[in-house]
């Protein structure tokens, strides 16, 4: 069959070259994809992006499956409009990526439903938001309500730091639109869990984990997203019971309920305090971004197989096979980043694939024959070890001999599991 995979970034290049592996496959096409999907000879760039293109080109091609990569297409209402031209597609209507397009929305449902997260408010009002902070001190968390790109979300360790975010996020054109949820801070340590779900039966996937800081010790802004390794040990038996029973099951039932079943993958990050309680810190509708990296790359099961299942509302409960090894993946992001990147700089230094290694693209283009960065996080450099230790020493080696101009990455992802061993 021919797949379509709609984006551009590390999570599509991961997902068009799982899928590309499965033997159902004939052809994968990724929209509009990036510099590493252009140099696979197994995957075909395509330059388009609007809604109506692209399912205009899926009847024309009869493309068997499209798997939509990031949130603004979902929450732009693409799975529904392909569903009403009679298209196969993996992923959640526009009313149900509501889970993640409004955290206001997210916070109002898992209230409903009895999931347990942190305590919040919403606002639209400066003034009564500031009035919040200082009733309730710090630390304390404000986030954008609508889609941030991953970065809507401040963590404030002091007053100040809530008072000069409510500010920033309620600033007109901010991104994440003019809405504001604040809630408690919940100590513990994070991680990524995510399902498969076609409406009714869920599949999860392996535990991971990631790392949002920008510099090494988990210290500076948050990214989308600087690194991450699978499985996540804190996740352990009971915890990965609890989220199940907790959260998971909950979620999928709740959404069925109101009206509007939620299929694709569920993305759920938790915080895991210290008797092993979780959390839920937010829903995503989609695989993480490094988390799928990760993921996919210990992922044994056949993807196309699985997806084309779930979009027809027939997943059922497959056992799915992992590879026994740790994956680790180091994001290389461009000078400036998180606040402004910068592009253009060419990228030497790539290393041959590996069944252990593997280069995901995120923000990198190619011109006549020329790679070069074009966005802010540019590469994920994901391998696999026997241990968390070997898997990044394996992935570091890899990064240093990439190279591009101002070139940033964390030499320590994966410590919180390398430092339980």
Same mark, same amino acid.
């Given at each position: 069959?021919?797949?379509?995979?709609?984006?551009?970034?590390?999570?599509?290049?991961?997902?068009?070259?799982?899928?590309?592996?499965?033997?159902?496959?004939?052809?994968?096409? !990724?929209?509009?994809?990036?510099?590493?999907?252009?140099?696979?000879?197994?995957?075909?760039?395509?330059?388009?992006?609007?809604?109506?293109?692209?399912?205009?080109?899926?009847?024309?091609?009869?493309?068997?499956?499209?798997?939509?990569?990031? %949130?603004?297409?979902?929450?732009?209402?693409?799975?529904?409009?392909?569903?009403?031209?009679?298209?196969?597609?993996?992923?959640?209507?526009?009313?149900?990526?509501?889970?993640?397009?409004?955290?206001?929305?997210?916070? %109002?449902?898992?209230?409903?439903?009895?999931?347990?997260?942190?305590?919040?408010?919403?606002?639209?009002?400066?003034?009564?938001?500031?009035?919040?902070?200082?009733?309730?001190?710090?630390?304390?968390?404000?986030?954008?309500?609508?889609?941030?790109?991953?970065?809507?979300?401040?963590?404030?360790?002091?007053?100040?730091?809530?008072?000069?975010?409510?500010?920033?996020?309620?600033?007109?054109?901010?991104?994440?639109?003019?809405?504001?949820?604040?809630?408690? /801070?919940?100590?513990?340590? %994070?991680?990524?869990?995510?399902?498969?779900?076609?409406?009714?039966?869920?599949?999860?996937?392996?535990?991971?984990?990631?790392?949002?800081?920008?510099?090494?010790?988990?210290?500076?802004?948050?990214?989308?997203?600087?690194?991450?390794?699978?499985?996540?040990?804190?996740?352990?038996?009971? !915890?990965?019971?609890?989220?199940?029973?907790?959260?998971?099951?909950?979620?999928?039932?709740?959404?069925?309920?109101?009206?509007?079943? /939620?299929?694709?993958?569920?993305?759920?990050?938790?915080?895991?305090?210290?008797?092993?309680?979780?959390?839920?810190?937010?829903?995503?509708?989609?695989?993480?971004?490094?988390?799928?990296?990760?993921?996919?790359?210990?992922?044994?099961?056949?993807?196309?197989?699985?997806?084309?299942?779930?979009?027809?509302?027939?997943?059922?409960?497959?056992?799915?096979?992992?590879?026994?090894?740790?994956?680790?993946?180091?994001?290389?992001?461009?000078?400036?980043?998180?606040?402004?990147?910068?592009?253009?700089?060419?990228?030497?230094?790539?290393?041959?694939?590996?069944?252990?290694?593997?280069? /995901?693209?995120?923000?990198?283009?190619?011109?006549?024959?020329?790679?070069?960065?074009?966005?802010?996080?540019?590469?994920?450099?994901?391998?696999?070890?026997?241990?968390?230790?070997?898997?990044?020493?394996?992935?570091?080696?890899?990064?240093?001999?990439?190279? /591009?101009?101002?070139?940033?990455?964390?030499?320590?992802?994966?410590?919180?599991?390398?430092?339980?061993?």
């Amino acid at each position: 069959m021919k797949v379509l995979v709609v984006g551009g970034g590390g999570r599509e290049h991961a997902l068009a070259w799982r899928l590309a592996q499965s033997a159902r496959v004939q052809a994968v096409y !990724v929209a509009p994809g990036n510099g590493g999907t252009a140099l696979d000879p197994a995957l075909r760039n395509l330059p388009l992006t609007g809604i109506e293109a692209l399912a205009d080109f899926a009847a024309a091609e009869k493309i068997a499956l499209t798997v939509v990569g990031p %949130e603004a297409p979902l929450a732009a209402g693409i799975v529904d409009r392909f569903r009403a031209r009679g298209l196969r597609i993996f992923g959640p209507t526009r009313a149900a990526a509501r889970l993640e397009s409004s955290k206001a929305f997210a916070k %109002e449902f898992m209230q409903r439903h009895g999931i347990p997260t942190a305590l919040y408010a919403s606002f639209d009002d400066a003034a009564a938001a500031h009035a919040h902070v200082e009733r309730h001190g710090a630390p304390i968390v404000v986030k954008a309500d609508g889609l941030a790109a991953g970065k809507g979300v401040v963590v404030a360790a002091t007053p100040a730091e809530a008072h000069a975010a409510i500010d920033e996020l309620l600033a007109p054109g901010a991104p994440g639109g003019a809405r504001i949820v604040v809630e408690e /801070f919940m100590a513990g340590e %994070e991680a990524s869990f995510i399902v498969l779900s076609d409406g009714r039966d869920v599949v999860p996937l392996a535990s991971s984990q990631d790392h949002k800081r920008i510099f090494e010790g988990d210290r500076g802004p948050n990214t989308g997203g600087m690194g991450a390794y699978s499985p996540a040990p804190v996740v352990t038996p009971n !915890v990965h019971a609890r989220v199940m029973q907790e959260i998971i099951r909950p979620a999928i039932d709740g959404m069925a309920r109101e009206g509007t079943p /939620f299929t694709g993958f569920l993305y759920a990050g938790l915080m895991i305090d210290a008797q092993g309680r979780p959390r839920t810190v937010e829903f995503n509708c989609r695989l993480g971004d490094p988390e799928a990296q990760v993921l996919l790359m210990r992922l044994k099961s056949d993807l196309a197989e699985l997806l084309a299942g779930a979009a027809d509302g027939a997943l059922g409960e497959p056992e799915l096979q992992w590879d026994r090894r740790i994956a680790l993946g180091v994001v290389m992001a461009a000078a400036g980043y998180p606040a402004a990147a910068r592009s253009g700089d060419p990228i030497t230094g790539l290393p041959a694939a590996a069944e252990d290694l593997q280069v /995901f693209h995120a923000g990198s283009a190619l011109h006549d024959g020329v790679l070069h960065t074009s966005g802010g996080r540019v590469l994920c450099v994901t391998a696999l070890g026997d241990s968390a230790r070997i898997a990044q020493g394996r992935a570091l080696a890899a990064v240093r001999g990439i190279r /591009f101009e101002g070139a940033q990455w964390r030499n320590d992802i994966g410590q919180r599991a390398i430092g339980r061993h």
